[in-house]
């Protein structure tokens, strides 16, 4: 079975600070591998999607960044955190295959970052 | 572009029926999802409907109208882990993205 975990669970960082959080998935080759964001009692906003190695997508403009050096390994990195950018974020996978349900986004646990 | 509106909150007593309703207005739709939020952890998937009519998996249900941009989850016997926020996401024609509601909290009272 596939399995999908990030870290760190929990951050603080100060502003102007640098951010790296990783995720990575196991159980399946060449997944669809996405970052959201969700500030504190809001929806999920989609950060950046992947559809393979070094292939990222960007959905809003921002002081963040994605890579992906290796088929299950999903990265999200800041050069320098803005206090705007706390919130929960969420890593997820999907099948990278089509078909009816080949597309269910599935989750980690998440990673809630506070920027002081 | 996707726009998804669901109520923000509501409120329910144990063991009753609630309904939590989502519409959505997208330029290419390919399929709506459900998935239920407690708070403080990740999303968990529940449902998925791509045609229309209604998909039940145990006291759960989900229907889906595409001529309306209208889906709605239903959930029978409520119990008091029911409380968590449901989310409503539709994905896009190519099929590698969801586009998410801002999620209907649900409370559910003894």
């Known amino acids: 079975s596939q399995t999908i975990h990030q870290w760190p669970a929990t951050l603080v960082q100060p502003v102007g600070s640098p951010l790296s959080l990783e995720c990575t998935v196991e159980g399946t080759s060449n997944p669809n591998l996405y970052w959201y964001r969700q500030a504190a009692g809001r929806g999920l906003q989609l950060l950046f999607y992947?559809?393979?190695?070094?292939?990222i997508s960007s959905e809003v403009p921002q002081n963040l960044s994605a890579s992906r050096p290796q088929d299950r390994q999903f990265i999200l990195s800041s050069k320098k955190l803005l206090l705007s950018d706390s919130g929960f974020y969420l890593c997820?996978?999907?099948?990278?295959?089509?078909?009816?349900?080949?597309?269910?986004?599935?989750f980690g646990e998440g990673s809630w970052l506070t920027v002081v | 572009g996707q726009n998804i509106d669901q109520p923000t909150e509501m409120t329910a007593t144990e063991g009753a029926i609630v309904q939590i309703n989502c519409t959505y207005q997208t330029s290419g739709f390919n399929g709506l999802f459900w998935y239920q939020q407690h708070a403080g952890e990740a999303p968990t998937f529940l449902s998925y409907n791509v045609l229309d009519g209604l998909e039940e998996k145990g006291r759960f249900s989900s229907f889906l109208s595409r001529s309306k941009g209208y889906s709605y989850l239903l959930l029978k016997e409520l119990q008091m882990k029911d409380s968590a926020s449901y989310l409503c996401?539709?994905?896009?024609?190519?099929?590698?993205?969801?586009?998410f509601g801002g999620g209907t909290r649900l409370m559910v009272k003894p």
């Open positions: 997820a996978w999907s099948l990278g295959t089509g078909g009816m349900t080949g597309n269910t986004i599935y």
């Open positions: 992947s559809v393979g190695i070094g292939q």
């Open positions: 996401a539709a994905r896009n024609n190519a099929g590698n993205m969801l586009t």
